[in-house]
């Protein structure tokens, strides 16, 4: 093996792609055939601790698998005899279009699992035309990420001061961000205890059991931790607020959650007076909050259980998704949670929602992979989706309706604001 392929094992360099060759990246990665892969070869990469704060969610779990299980109790209704030769999933949203219906979720703390995280990230989203939403917990300057792909959101977490709000606001302005997310539904940290068995905490304290967990995982040592720290010096939370935050390794210094549980629908209103960008709410889970995102100026909603990050047994996005579009027609709807599959896509949109966000998977991409990976994973999901739509008898994905879908026996879920197109 030559010093080039060690160091792309490694995860020092990025694989080389051969001029001119689009299947080079999808060859390397050709033995991962789903999305599900790139967590099975993750979990054996990562730390514990960082695995665990990539896949765990709050308390009992139960809100990350509900969001999941929703996508089983819908069934296809496929039609046939129809020419569908010319297949078309691009989207138009907030007046671009992009060639996929599916977007990159926003994932705090990504350049800790993966070198780069957010740049990674950025780069494969660049790569296929696709949303990509970067988190206010990244550890990359939003203005560095924007730069490497130029539809990308910012999502931050806000606190209920008018003073530190626009100064943010002003920040993501200048950064030429078009689209503002934010997040409404953690107005005080989840009850993660996952993380404290692991030993994962925000910043990371250097324990001699997280040293030793770290030791036992040297490829992500060398690739991700030592690598980030010889290149770039010690991360810090860069986007938490219009300022630079603390370092991510810290024994006294942490993030600041202060006021957030005084965040309200006032200070979305200042916002939307002085933003002028799009204006995105994820979080929303209720038909009331969404109609009051509507009265107060918001452009679209995310329909989002935090990934089971935030309350437990919270309600699956999806089962909400069909009442929520029915009262709000002309509302852009985007919905995460769950995704894992092309039919999974397919029946969101079908239910009433203009795009859907997919995260963790991702993140396990990146931290294999980089961008190579992660863009291997979205063409799996493109290449799902055109299947599927050839399979249901559908050119466009503007043809989907509820017409498609009949409640299956795993969950029997009923078929709110049925027939909406």
Known sequence: MSQ???????????????????????????????????????????????????SG?????????????????????????RDVAVRDQGIDLFGHRYDVPFGIAP????????????????????????????????????????????????????????????????????????????????????????????????????????????????????????????????????????????????????RNFSDRDRFSWDHVRAIREQWQGNLVLKGVLSLDDAVLAREAGVDGIILSSHGGRQLDYAVPPLHVLPRIRAALPAMSIIIDGGIRRGSDVLKAMALGADAVLVGRPYLYAAALGQAEAAAHASEILKSEIDRNMALLGLNRLADLSADYLVPSRHGGHPLEGEGHQ
Not at 8 to 37: C, F, I, K, N, Y
């Open 57 to 81: 969610a709050v308390e009992t779990g139960t809100a990350q698998r509900l969001a999941a299980s929703a996508y089983a109790d819908y069934a296809f209704v496929p039609r046939a005899l």
């Open 107 to 254: 994932m705090g703390g990504s350049a800790i699992a993966a070198y780069c995280g957010d740049l990674a990230l950025a780069e494969a989203g660049a790569r296929l035309n696709q949303p990509m939403i970067m988190s206010a917990s990244s550890l990359i300057p939003l203005e560095e990420v924007q730069s490497r792909h130029p539809h990308v959101w910012f999502q931050a977490y806000l606190a209920g001061d008018r003073g530190r709000i626009g100064r943010m606001v002003e920040r993501v302005a200048r950064a030429g961000c078009k689209t503002l997310v934010v997040t409404i539904d953690a107005p005080v940290p989840g009850n993660r205890e996952n993380n404290v068995r692991n030993g994962y905490s925000m910043p990371i304290r250097i324990t001699p059991r997280v040293a030793l967990d770290c030791a036992l995982h040297p490829r992500w040592l060398v690739g991700t931790l030592i690598r980030t720290f010889l290149n770039r010096g010690i991360p810090h939370f860069e986007n938490m607020d219009a300022e630079r935050g603390p370092p991510m390794f810290s024994r006294s210094l942490g």
């Open 4 to 54: 080039e392929e060690i160091d792309v094992e490694l995860g020092l360099v990025d694989a080389p792609l051969r001029q001119g060759s689009a299947s080079a990246a999808s060859h390397r990665w050709r033995h991962m055939l789903s999305l599900d892969d790139f967590e099975t070869a993750a979990r054996a990469y990562l730390p514990r601790m960082i695995y665990g704060f990539i």
